[in-house]
């Protein structure tokens, strides 16, 4: 049979806890379920360090899972105190920014690689997370489809060492898997992958870490909000009204009680176009200053306008960002960009508290 994570929370249903009628997996004590391979992993996660349960209970776990399944597998099972778990996943970083669109097809994951960049070239240290588990393709727009991070030994755990390129430091699941297969995981499998990247991610100290979402809104989403207290949320879209419609769904979603992630503003890509024959002219071929006046329909910033220039598709095929170039329409624009997310970020700093995770209740 198949394993998953959703096949040991079944499994673990079995489990009461010591004096109560509840078992583990109801009491959301079974977190951070990792499988590789003929490898099990995953948290337990008690009221106190010295609870006088932890061996009982994890012992119960095991031979559950034992009984279950067999005994090929290498079950290793981590007991934390709940005021660990409350701790920081990235203790090191000092900002978290969603990259988001409402919709496929608005260059999400072009503006998410070059605003990178352009943060990396006024002297921030940067990081960049590809969240697309479906559809990585952060490694070929930094042209590294081929690399494969190594591990790194620290306080016994085996971390992740992000690939650094341009100096932004990089983590996508299309390091991890062979390109040419499509990836068709059930959601579980899709979040526990995408929090390896951020729990084992070696990122060290950090001004920026940018994370690029699917498009739309996804059980991702939630993972993301859930496991990190993002900063900050960047919303990408074109000038079309197909595009905004959308837009306005993923405003809510962050504006919304539930999640409480404040919106730092709208990027309108592909504003226009430009021949590089006829730099001075301006073709609105999806319509004009569409995402500027939703900004301002809705209250929202907006950061800027990134123009349709055969420079950023190449730039992403070749994995040399459009942002990297000095001096050229898209590099001013991209700089530009990173100056407003800059500016808006010190204002919500300065203004509203920070941004807590998301705690999902159980009925």
Known sequence: MAV???TITDILQKVIFPGSNENVVGLEMVQEIRIAGSRISFTLVFQRDDDPNIQAVSEA???????ILGKEYDITITPKGIHRMKAPVLPGVKNIIAIASGKGGVGKSTVAVNLAVALAKTGAKVGLIDADIFGPSIPKMFGEEGA????????G??????????GV?????????????????????????????IVEGLWGELDYILI????????I?????QTLPVTGSVIVTTPQDVALADVIKGVSMFRSKSVDVPVLGIVENMSWFTPAELPENKYYIFGKDGGKNLALEMGIPFLGQIPIVMSIREGGD?????????ETVTGNSFKELAANVIEQLRFRNENLKPTERVRVKKR
Do not use: Y
Not at 148 to 155: G, L, M, Q, T, Y
Not at 157 to 166: A, S, Y
């Open 4 to 6: 998953i994570p959703k």
């Open 61 to 67: 776990c095991a031979n559950e899972i034992e009984k």
């Open 148 to 155: 494969r991070p190594h591990f790194e030994k620290v306080d």
């Open 157 to 166: 755990r085996d971390m992740i060492v992000p690939i650094e390129k341009f």
């Open 169 to 197: 430091k990089i983590l996508s699941i299309g390091f991890f898997v062979d390109q040419a297969n499509a990836l068709m995981w059930r959601g579980p499998m899709a979040s526990n992958a995408l929090k390896q990247l």
């Open 212 to 219: 690029d979402l699917p498009p739309g809104t996804s059980d």
């Open 221 to 225: 989403h939630l993972t993301i909000v």
């Open 318 to 326: 070749n994995g040399i960002p459009a942002a990297w170039s000095e």
